[in-house]
């Protein structure tokens, strides 16, 4: 065999096999209750719906959907994003928009086009895990940034210093990284002001925002506020915020399918990218996606998913809250909307160790650790509340709060 | 807006928007009868046995199709695979296999896995487009050898030079880039021999080779010769070879989906490459098209569509035959598979530029020229048969003989 470790290249030696995806595959074992991915709830998929739609393809324009098309996207969806944008207030041209593979692929096309190794992107503590993957996959670095006391985003100074630091240190940063609607995996939801005072900070920086939004319409409690895409639209329209959506939670993830909404000179440059990358998402899908959304049904589904998000979530705040010990340094977010709530225990408990004993009682989570770029924090883990039932979300976290029990009395034996 | 020219990664500046994809745009006017694409038949697409093949995930696993799936692959899937591949002789396990979107992802995968900035790939000259696009896009290059006079694979000697030169020179070449069947854009299949002399080259090297077999299965004449990759498997089996097949050509390429053939220590490189690209490969089309291998229909349709190519491309010939001007300096392949032939002009025609007079004429192709990573030929065209019709080929050689002759006789009067 060929000497393939002398071969690849520093990005493939910067490419980090997610321990928490291998932890993943442990804990889809059916005997054990998983809070760890991060699935939709498959009872809201439309099957009957969707099988209408792509049947309405087959009948009206199989071979076209079956054969090659172009890298920008189909036609026929780009019309029906433009429109469902347009519902919440958002104003595109199809030359504002690329159909993707769904948001991971996005996150690599911005990584690609943006990131030289030794590059920074700055990014919350904690953040989505693919996101750094994609980060790291160009040998890139992530400057860090600690969240408000509040909750409500950035701490605006700790990313002013951390900013004037790096750029003093000559530190290259290409852009900023955010999950302002339901943070994947923190769960909370940026203010409007943080979201102005992040435009600021753009405009006066010259750095683009990578705004990834895929739980924006995931929300079942409060009201919505505007996306960064959004207020930068209704503001000074200076371009600079890149905005990631996908189907993957207000439909079906089965199906990859994503875009991105940013000023057309950046998505002219995504388009070169993708080209190389797989010349175009899958046509058939595109157009089955289309011909559904043309049903006008995909607002019911999102609605029916709010809905049962909010029974999962207030279900899952309920039982933390029964079977969580009673201490000031146990705490967890009450998300308005998304698929995760964030779990803080005492410093003193480690969940990468937790998580062991928590397999052993058959529930599973994913700690927190995996969402640090660098220098994690050790005492907190993500919990999905989309995925599991009702009964399970009661016995899994009355498991895990035993888990949490003995683990605080052995380290407090110590 | 942010001054994004400055933003963008080295890499993004090195990536070409393909004129001839921009081109074919152009050429896709109704009234132009256009040889540029390269688009399989869609008259062969087995429209209603794909439609009963997704009834059927639809009744039976539509919640499974449309949640998200494995990074490797649907298990159905690489299955059918590992069984449509035995009975080529290639004997695989799951762990030899990784499910891509289509072809072009797969060369992107092992380009970003291989290529450092100013690494070098060694592949024909001219070679595909897309592989190319891909190893620039990495801000790689590529060592171009020409292949021999009998048009039966490299110019062997012409290898061992320039790539002694290359390793004299310092530079680091990583992989060896090759379509051995029904060469894109060339046309023509390497011999056995050739086949043989590349695998000892890549012993004797330490260098992989990078197989890329889309047209495989689509012979229309003469008999299969085994691949480089299962050469290496009944003999010295040392795992060099990194081999890419799509469904693109043997049934559908709106499907976007194929595979990749590898030592399981690349496919697990692979896997956490994709994983960070686009999580995994549309799980719905994975089982659909699973379901549909599983009929045992596939088998016919390659058959028809090798039966269909065989007759057009023997038009093309003809037409050929009966309309270029008779010179030996004006010559064409005669592949025996493949979508593709290549037209060799005068030295003195610029097909860049006679593309222009020949769009006039309402035909079109591709101009050799951007089969060439540097120092282009300037007097080649590949030519598409499989997509237009009968009649089409008949009409469109004819208005191409005639811009031929135009461009001869203008050149000669100079």
Chains 1, 2 share one sequence.
Not at 49 to 57: F, K, P, S
Not at 240 to 254: A, R
Not at 395 to 400: A, N
Request: proline residues 5%; aromatic residues 10%; glycine residues 6%.
């Amino acid at each position: 065999m060929p000497d393939f470790g002398s071969l690849f290249s520093i990005n493939a030696n910067n490419m980090k096999a997610s321990t928490i995806r291998e932890l993943l595959k442990l804990t889809q074992k059916p005997d054990i209750i998983s809070f760890a991915g991060g699935l939709p709830a498959p009872e809201v998929f439309p099957v009957e719906d969707l099988r209408a739609a792509a049947n309405v393809i087959f009948d009206t324009k199989a071979k076209q959907a079956l054969q090659y098309g172009t890298t920008e996207g189909d036609d026929g969806l780009r019309e029906e994003l433009i429109k469902f944008e347009q519902k919440q207030g958002v104003e595109l041209k199809k030359e504002n928009l690329l159909v993707v593979s769904a948001s991971q692929q996005a996150l690599d096309i911005v990584a690609k086009l943006f990131l030289d190794p030794g590059d920074y992107v700055i990014a919350g503590r904690p953040t989505y895990l693919g996101a750094l993957q994609a980060i790291q996959s160009y040998s890139a670095k992530v400057l860090g940034i600690p969240f408000s006391e509040a909750q409500d985003g950035f701490d605006m100074d700790a990313l002013r210093k951390r900013h004037a630091e790096a750029v003093a240190g000559g530190k290259k940063i290409k852009y900023i990284y955010v999950i302002p609607d339901f943070q994947n995996p923190a769960g909370f939801c940026w203010s409007l002001e943080k979201r102005k005072a992040l435009l600021e900070f753009a405009y006066e920086t010259g750095l683009p925002i990578l705004e990834d939004s895929p739980y924006r319409e995931i929300r079942f409690l409060g009201e919505a506020i505007p996306s960064i895409y959004q207020l930068d639209q209704r503001g000074a329209n200076k371009g600079v915020v890149i905005n990631l959506k996908t189907f993957s939670k207000i439909l079906v993830p089965g199906a990859r399918m994503g875009w991105i909404m940013a000023d057309p000179a950046v998505i002219s440059k995504c388009v070169v990218a993708k080209q190389a990358m797989d010349l175009c998402t899958n046509v058939f899908t595109q157009m089955w996606i289309a011909e559904y959304m043309r049903t006008g049904k995909l607002d019911a589904v999102i609605r029916s998913t709010r809905e049962l998000y909010k029974v999962k979530r207030n279900h899952m705040v309920e039982a933390l809250e029964r079977y969580m010990p009673k201490r000031a340094d146990i705490r967890w977010t009450r998300p308005e909307g998304g698929l995760f709530l964030w779990l803080t225990l005492p410093e003193s408990i480690d969940t990468d160790r937790l998580l062991l004993k928590a397999i052993e009682k058959k529930v599973a989570f994913v700690a927190g650790s995996g969402f640090y770029a660098d220098e994690p924090e050790h005492n907190s883990m993500r919990m999905n509340f989309s995925y599991p039932s009702l009964e399970q979300i009661e016995e899994g976290v009355k498991r895990l709060g035993l888990a949490v029990k003995e683990a605080i009395d052995e380290s407090e034996r110590r």
